[in-house]
């Protein structure tokens, strides 16, 4: 348990608002699911004692955060709301990794989830470092994990109908969901690698792109897979994952039950200019690591991205006297010089993995 929270998810019931639209239906413990016909065919043993839901008996939280101290809260308070509800709640555990927020984080987490496992950087690792960090200490006594950013409220009854799901469906190594806007519309998510035509997002359906904003994942599948890659510092960190989990034979599942409501970039924002340095030489790491034959090509295709982000920029500059604004463009333009500049300097290097393995 997380102790005393503060604070509550808000006004209303956005699970009744996800009812009313069939969004449980179809996750319900004796809906058809993959490979299955009926609730009847191979029913796994009830072990915690409400449906098949202790068939996952140990439960790990591990969420990652950077200056975003208030959602943090949220996202906690909704993290202890749902772990209440739970057969049986002792047996999940929270793990916060804090990568060196400045804005109170971790006092908030020590006073308010005193319960809460705290790691704090001593500097912005990045997601892939800072999740690996929280997914070695989940493993060491958790069947499954789940990985979410601190942006995220969890809705009522979410994490029960997943874990139903992955009781009912033992061959399935991991889940993930909705994410919702505050006013309970969805938000367009990524949930394959490549993937040309849209799907019904009513029903249960195999993804193969989990991602890390809100998703369950077996324990099993990370020791298979191993953890992020740690030459990534922010976004593709989750893509590269996904396709070393698909060449691993995992399966997952996305499953519209419930959701998470999602506040968009929040916690991107904090961070936004090694983030923008970072990621076009992400983007062909990944490329030459998964795609050799077309990472000249990616290589053409973001030099004239961030050409043409500079001359829009310099337009823009151009246009106005303020030296504010010129500041802030000129801070812009030298940014994307650099990501230009480590985007060439990483197509020209080896690429060396950096992957942890957890046993």
Known sequence: ?????????????????????????????????????????????????????????????????????????RCLASVSEECASLPNPTLSRVIVVDNASSDGTAEMVRDEFPAVHLTVNSENLGPARGFNLGIAKALEE?????????????????????????AHHPEVDGVSGPLLNPDMTRQRTRTHIVRLFPIDRTKPFREDFPGTSFAMIRARAFRKVGGYDENYYFYNEDLDWATRAKAAGCVFYYVPCGGVIHFVGQGRKQNISRIVA????????????????????????????????????RRELSRTQDPAARRRIGESIAIYVEARRRMEEEYLKRTHPQIPIFA
Do not use: H
């Open 278 to 313: 970072e990621l076009y030489g992400s983007n062909i790491y990944y490329y030459r690591r998964y795609c050799p034959r077309f990472a000249w090509l990616a290589l053409i295709l973001l030099r004239l991205e961030i050409s043409w982000r500079i001359r829009n920029l």
């Open 1 to 73: 348990m997380l102790g005393n929270p503060r604070t509550s998810r808000g006004n209303g019931n956005p699970r009744e608002t996800l009812r009313e639209r069939g969004c449980f239906a179809e996750c319900q413990p004796g809906a058809p699911g993959p490979g299955k016909a009926s609730r009847s065919e191979a029913e796994p043993e009830d072990i915690g004692g409400t449906g098949n839901i202790g068939r996952i008996g140990r439960l790990a939280f591990v969420v990652l955060t950077f200056n975003t101290r208030d959602l943090l809260r």
């Open 142 to 166: 958790s069947d499954a994990v789940v990985v979410m950013n601190s942006d995220v409220v969890i809705l009522p009854g979410t994490v029960q109908a997943m874990l139903a799901f992955l």
